[in-house]
């Protein structure tokens, strides 16, 4: 496993917004577990690949829904690769109710990061829009564009980085109802430019994510 490449810091990203760390009360035994819908199986074998685990298919039920959901999910149990990432990039149990910052990533994988979590805890999608200039109730597309998050710090610490990048007035929102923050935007121009970002030498990603973007692009 290599811990100074784009691949490693895309699939840190990916932790950091759809992961979870469990410690052990009695032993102290670390493990992360990243999971998903059954749709994105092969997204996780590539995870599991790139940490040499095995996946694993899971059926939930959920009460509010009535209805059993198939996932799966990869789970790291090495306590050497457990021991990496927390202590050098600060994951912690529970992290959507505590207030941590982006981590100490460096500069040139940056945005590997963001993409990262973005494909865990980000949508992209196509918004109808009536155009009211030159050409009136004419409809056309926008991307739409939004990463989110239980906490706001991260949150923030990201939009100063796509705000830069993009050009935009990026604003972060919040939920109360559902204790989410998050950024988000609409608009082809700005959501190239972020899509121009994320995927600049990008050799791991979620498919379907940037299949949405490339539609209008």
């Known amino acids: 496993m290599d811990t100074n490449g784009q691949e490693f810091f895309y699939w840190l990203g ?6 979870c760390l469990t410690i052990c009360k009695k032993t102290g035994k670390k493990r992360i577990t990243v999971s998903s819908s059954i749709k994105d199986k092969n997204h996780i074998l590539k995870f599991c690949k790139f940490f040499n685990i ?3 298919e899971t059926n939930t ?3 509010k829904t009535q209805k059993w959901y198939k996932g799966c999910c990869g789970k790291i149990n090495t306590k050497k690769v457990c021991n990496f990432i927390v202590d050098n990039y600060g994951l912690v149990q529970r992290k959507s109710s505590v207030n941590t910052p982006l981590p100490n990533i460096p500069q040139n994988y ?3 990061f963001i993409r990262g979590y973005f494909d865990g805890d980000g949508h992209v999608g196509i918004k109808p829009t009536i155009s009211n200039y030159k050409r009136p109730n004419r409809i056309y597309n926008q991307l739409r564009f939004a ?3 239980g906490t706001p710090t991260i ?3 990201m939009a100063v ?5 993009s050009g935009a007035k990026l604003k972060t929102h919040r939920r109360q109802d559902y204790n989410v923050n998050y950024i988000a935007c609409v608009g082809n121009n700005v959501c190239t430019k972020l899509y121009n970002y994320l995927y600049k030498d990008a050799t791991v990603y979620l498919e ?3 299949k949405i973007f490339e539609t209008i692009i």
Do not use: P
């Open 14 to 19: 990916f932790i950091y917004a759809d992961g």
């Open 161 to 165: 980085i796509l705000r830069q990048i």
């Open 54 to 56: 095995n996946i694993n």
């Open 110 to 112: 940056i945005h590997h």
């Open 61 to 63: 039920y959920l009460k």
């Open 155 to 157: 949150i923030e610490d």
């Open 147 to 149: 990463i989110y998050n």
């Open 208 to 210: 379907r994510k940037k």
